[in-house]
């Protein structure tokens, strides 16, 4: 086994000794609202949203995008388990700022170790082969964080799935100060009809 294998495995045998009642959650989210975010290790949207186990749903991708796959979980979410109110949250200093579709596609190509950063872009320092079957992705990067979130509220507004009387609520998370800063545009987009 691996240190990381080693730590995740006594983590979870500590966390589990003490589980308690929440064998008894109930399958839909408590306080009946979803947050979409981005996967960023240095977001815990517990904390920043004063959320306990079983209070809501987090859906989290890179950049906390609106994809087809975020959008099946929120109408997951509200069609069989009841949110009641949405959360589209990016966050600064977002990885997705810096790099384009292009070069993902053009580093997947090199090679598939990972890629490294440096004042002139990216770099691939691999020796083999890469794939071009990133060319067939979307890989939703943005070069305005405001203007992201705008664009995913819109998107899930508009979805032919989601209904117009769920509000759907656009900020971005300063990962410098932890404070969560409203997108107006977003949150005009986002308004229940």
């Known amino acids: 086994m691996t240190k990381i294998l080693d730590e995740v ?11 308690g009642d929440k064998a008894n959650l109930a399958l839909p989210p408590s306080r009946h609202f979803a947050i979409l975010t981005c996967m960023d290790a240095r977001l815990d949207p517990a904390k920043y949203a004063g959320l306990a186990e079983g209070d809501a749903h987090v859906i989290r991708n890179a950049g906390g995008r609106a994809s087809d796959d975020a959008i099946r979980s929120l109408v997951i979410s509200y069609k069989l388990l009841g949110t009641r109110e949405w959360f589209v949250i990016h966050h600064t200093d977002c990885g997705m700022l810096l790099f384009t579709d292009h070069d993902m596609r053009n580093l997947l190509a090199s090679s598939l170790k990972t890629a490294t950063l440096d004042h002139s872009g990216w770099h691939d320092p691999g020796q083999q082969p890469g794939s071009t079957e990133g060319n067939y992705i979307s890989w939703l990067t943005f070069s305005d964080n405001a203007k992201s979130v705008t664009e995913d509220v819109v998107r899930i507004r508009h979805h032919p799935l989601v209904p117009n009387d769920i509000p ?19 949150m ?6």
């Open 188 to 193: 005009a987009a986002g308004k229940a009809g």
């Open 9 to 19: 495995l006594a983590a979870n045998t500590k966390y589990a000794e003490s589980f």
């Open 168 to 186: 759907i609520y656009g900020y971005i998370y300063d990962v410098k100060s932890g404070r969560l800063i409203e997108v107006p545009e977003a």
